[in-house]
């Protein structure tokens, strides 16, 4: 399993603490507040008039009382600055080279590497989901040049976030989100994972066939829309 973003100390598997499993349907995201609050009040977690709000090791605690395994990295001498790890999906059917959604505050690991970060650099905190996507074959030249237009429409579908290509990380996904302070909303939370969780699962096969096959760019974009059609019915 590997990382390709900022690397940390303790590569050890995720926890094997055995979730509650509970299934959020999308066509139940109004009982998702609900659900938080009980969460909240079992997990003794701090709440307000806004909503329950927590920081990355709290929303490790609600993803995983949901169902999804998480892996939390404090800051220590390795590992300069914390990061949530959440793999996609919930199904245990899934092996171990599944992506994985990587959560930190940029301003953390900017911080890391440069101790005279100024004060008012550290209050503009944008919290960033990253999603590196290996191929299982490497593209060639005229793929490379392709790959931007079959990102670029998976992009324009996706309601939060962008896929992007470069030659340091190869495919990925990343959605940068700005908060005022390092606590963090729960029903957004939940429904930012969701979200990337279902359209990473919906697009990478579909990555992965452009890299190996003939398949036509076209078709493959038509292929997916109407998957997408047919999941929301």
């Not at 301003?107 to 970060?117: A, F, G, K, Q």
């Not at 100024?118 to 999603?131: G, R, S």
């Not at 005022?180 to 939940?190: A, F, H, L, S, T």
Request: glycine residues 4%; aromatic residues 12%.
């Amino acid at each position: 399993m590997t990382f390709n973003k900022q690397p940390f100390g303790n590569k050890q598997a995720f926890s094997s603490k055995q979730p509650v499993k509970i299934t959020l349907e999308n066509n139940k995201k109004k009982a998702v507040p609900e659900l938080l609050s009980k969460i909240s009040d079992e997990l003794n977690l701090s709440g307000s008039e806004e909503g329950v709000k927590t920081g990355l090791e709290g929303a490790r605690l609600v993803l995983e009382y949901i169902g999804y395994n998480t892996f939390y990295v404090q800051p220590e001498n390795d590992t300069p600055f914390e990061q949530l790890f959440v793999p996609i999906g919930k199904d245990e059917s899934y092996d171990d080279d599944r992506p994985i959604i990587q959560i930190f505050f940029i301003s953390d690991m900017i911080h890391s590497e440069d101790s005279n970060l100024k004060q008012e650099e550290e209050n503009a905190l944008i919290l960033e989901f990253f999603v590196s996507l290996p191929l299982e074959k490497e593209l060639d030249n005229q793929k490379k040049n392709q790959i931007y237009e079959l990102l670029a429409a998976f992009t324009n579908v996706v309601p939060i976030g962008n896929f992007g290509y470069s030659e340091k990380d190869g495919v990925f996904y990343r959605y940068n989100l700005m908060l005022p302070n390092k606590y963090i909303d729960d029903v957004v939370m939940v429904e930012i994972i969701q979200m990337i969780d279902f359209f990473i699962d919906s697009f990478y096969k579909k990555i992965n066939l452009f890299a190996v096959s003939d398949v036509s760019i076209k078709k493959i974009i038509e292929e997916s829309e109407n998957e997408l059609v047919s999941s929301k019915g």
